[in-house]
């Protein structure tokens, strides 16, 4: 079992920055794809970024290439979220999961282990 832990999330203006972290502990997720996906109210979950295994290959959401950049810590199990002129609608609860397989990638179905999230809310 991997679990999963977020953390950095806050309370930024319009045009900061925030650095996401997502720990894991249970297992060393070296191998693992990491995705983080966000939820904001009324809303479905949606991919943000991934990060897929073997090749550290990343992919992002339309919403948030150039302003995100997704990196993984294999030292320190730990996957990151750097998050750059951030806007409002970048508010939301962000999640990190983990997909044993390495494959990843935008859709929800391949992770099988989630954090509990982390809240972002960006002020205008």
């Known amino acids: 079992q991997v679990q999963l832990v977020e953390s950095g999330g806050g309370l930024v203006q319009a045009g900061g920055s925030l650095r996401l972290s997502c720990a894991a502990s249970?297992?060393?997720?070296?191998?693992?794809?990491v995705g983080w996906f966000r939820q904001a109210p009324g809303k479905e979950r949606e991919f943000v970024a991934a990060?897929?295994?073997?090749?550290?290959?990343?992919s992002y959401a339309d919403s948030v290439s150039g302003r995100f950049t997704i990196s993984k810590d294999n030292a320190k199990n730990t996957v990151y979220l750097q998050m750059n002129s951030l806007k409002p609608d970048d508010t939301a609860i962000y999640y990190c999961?983990?997909?044993?397989w390495g494959s990843g990638g935008g859709s929800i179905d391949p992770y099988e282990y989630w954090g509990q999230g982390t809240q972002v809310t960006v002020s205008s």
């Open positions: 999961a983990a997909d044993q």
């Open positions: 249970g297992r060393t997720i070296t191998r693992y794809a």
């Open positions: 990060i897929k295994w073997p090749g550290s290959k990343t």
